[in-house]
């Protein structure tokens, strides 16, 4: 059996970018165009939990708002200034600080990039089986079954 070689180490701006922008159908696909994912974890083959560096630029959001039923999430912020929207709430935030999103509370959140300049942050969340987000803004629901995100409408009709 060959077992995948994975780097000791690497250059996190040099790992390979993700080749498409989202997994949304559209409509949202397009509306991550000003985001850009380095998948860090998956180039170490890691499997029970993945980090991405992901860069905005000016007018760009991290994801559609949304909250996940299984999966805890973790930002920080390396570069510029997003805002960090949970619910109604919108919170200005910078270099150094960062966030967390426990599975589970319905906590809808995002980041988004009203600046001029881009934003570098890293991104942490488990891989934990049969996840369901909620997007309260948008007419979108997901679940992931045997890792593949299934999209639908918020009445379970599916998108074409």
Not at 84 to 92: A, R
Not at 96 to 105: E, P, S
């Amino acid at each position: 059996m060959n077992t995948p070689e994975y780097p000791d180490a690497l250059i996190a701006a040099e790992a390979a970018p993700n080749k498409v922008h989202s997994v949304y159908p559209e409509p949202f696909a397009s509306r991550m165009k000003h985001r850009e994912k380095r998948r860090l974890g998956n180039a170490f083959g890691l499997t029970n939990f993945g980090v991405n560096l992901t860069r905005l630029a000016p007018g760009g959001i991290s994801a559609l708002h949304h909250a996940h039923s299984k999966q805890d999430e973790f930002i920080y912020i390396l570069e510029g200034n997003p805002t960090l929207q949970t619910g109604e709430k919108l919170v200005p935030l910078s270099s150094g600080m960062c966030a967390g999103f426990k599975a589970g509370t319905g906590k809808a959140h995002h980041l988004i990039n009203h600046t001029d300049k881009e934003v570098y942050f890293l991104e942490v969340g488990d891989r934990s089986p049969n996840d369901e987000v909620t997007y309260p803004d948008d007419d979108l629901s997901a679940r992931e079954e045997n890792g593949v995100w299934i999209f639908t409408h918020k009445d379970g009709s599916p998108y074409s």
